[in-house]
Each structure stands twice: as C-alpha cells, then as structure tokens.
C-alpha cells in the first residue's frame, strides 16, 4: 500500500532522497550508510533501493554490495541537453578550432549506436569538401566515437565482430576496451587511419554542467599534417582540448 503524505507519494520522496544521496559523491553507499544518512529502517531501505536496481535508476556492486546511481539515470539526465542547444553553443568554438589548426571541426553525439555528426566546418582552403552534418559515423573506428563511448553511462562497446574500415581499424573488442581506458585516463582520443586511409582525427570530450559527457569535438586533416613522422603532433592535441574546455564552460552558464 503505498502511502499518501499531503499531496506526495512518501515512497517516491524517499526513492528521490536516496537518489540525492547517492549523487552527492563520487563514492558507493552502503544500506547502513544510507539508513544513517536518511533515517529510515534498513527494511525499508532494502525494498526501495530493489526497485530503483530493478529500473536501473540504481546499481549494486556485487562484490561490495554498495550502490551507485545506476546507468540509465545518467543515460536519461544527459538527454535534457537538447542537440541544438550543444550545436549553437558550440559552433563559434568549432569555427575557431578550425582555424587555429588549419583543419576540419567536428561535433558528434551519440546516437542509437553509432557518432551522428551534428557539426562540421571546413578546412580553412580551398580544397573540394563534403559538409557531413547529420552523418553517422562508427564509434569504434573514430575519434569522436571513442571519446563518447570511454564516457557512455551505459558503457556498452559495439557487438563483435567489429567492422574493419582500414588494415589499421581496431577489431578486437579487448584492445578496443583497453584503448577507450586510455582515453579515460587522458581526456582525450586519437585515431591514426583507422577510419580512412591517409587521416588522422583527434578528440575532446564536451561535458554538461554536472560533469556528463553530452557530446565531443574534434579535427581531422591529412596523416602527414597532423603526425608527419609517423607521431601525433601534440599541438593538435592541444587545440582540441582547448576548444572542449571552452565549450564545456559555456555549457556552465545558461
């Protein structure tokens, strides 16, 4: 029976409580800890925090037996951001990191499994270029892609087998795990011909004001511009960081 406090739903409020709780810090909650903290009987505590596992609003580690805020509500917190929003407070960013490196500006999202470019600025030449806004491309084997799937709430890598889009694509889900885990420990992502012969991209996460990541920025140019001698120029690197800071700030101040 659920019960009704004034015009509130007690359960719910408690469910919310614990969520709060659980968001205040970067560490897992114990049902002891968090009975301390709310008040409520251990009992209590137990049937909620069941519910919130069962809708993945809440996850348990199963060797700790601590509990976290879980991947769907992340998953669902970041989507308040809405596409265009991150486009227009991005797009004055992009046009100046596409400048500073003398190479093409991208911004992607991800979306239904795959890096959907949601802006792209052309290399400051004047070379034959193709506007790739509203393209979808692989998260595995991009720059872009690796960044948003180092920081996916869900943390779901793509299903093998992965599909190989160069000799030099990653395909093996283990090596694929353990470059993402580098991009963690960065804060940024590379790919050297992994997705085109002859191209090297880089890439930044952008983050919302609570720390998610909601989307990244990048560039892409010719192997012999960004990595001539067969090494990332970190220059590059740089420039693209920069521009992620500075959008990830903008995002601070609505």
Known sequence: MVRVVGETIQSVERAAAILRLLASGPRQLGVAELARALGLPKGTLHGILRTLVHVGFVEQDQVSGKYRLGATLLHLGSS???????????INWADALAG???????IGTLHEGHVLVIHHVFRPDDSMQTLQVGTYLPTHASALG???????????????????YTK???????????ELDLVRTRGWAAETEELTEGEVAIAAPIKDPRGLVVGAIGIRGAVERLAADGVLHMEFVSYVRDAARAITRSLEHP
């Open 80 to 90: 308040y951001l809405d596409v265009n929003e991150l486009r227009t407070r991005a």
């Open 146 to 164: 690796k960044v948003l799937l180092a920081h996916d709430p869900y943390g779901e890598a793509p299903a093998p087998p992965l599909q190989p």
């Open 168 to 178: 030099h694509t990653i395909v093996d889900p283990a090596v694929l795990e353990q």
């Open 100 to 106: 500073r490196s003398r190479e093409s500006a991208w």
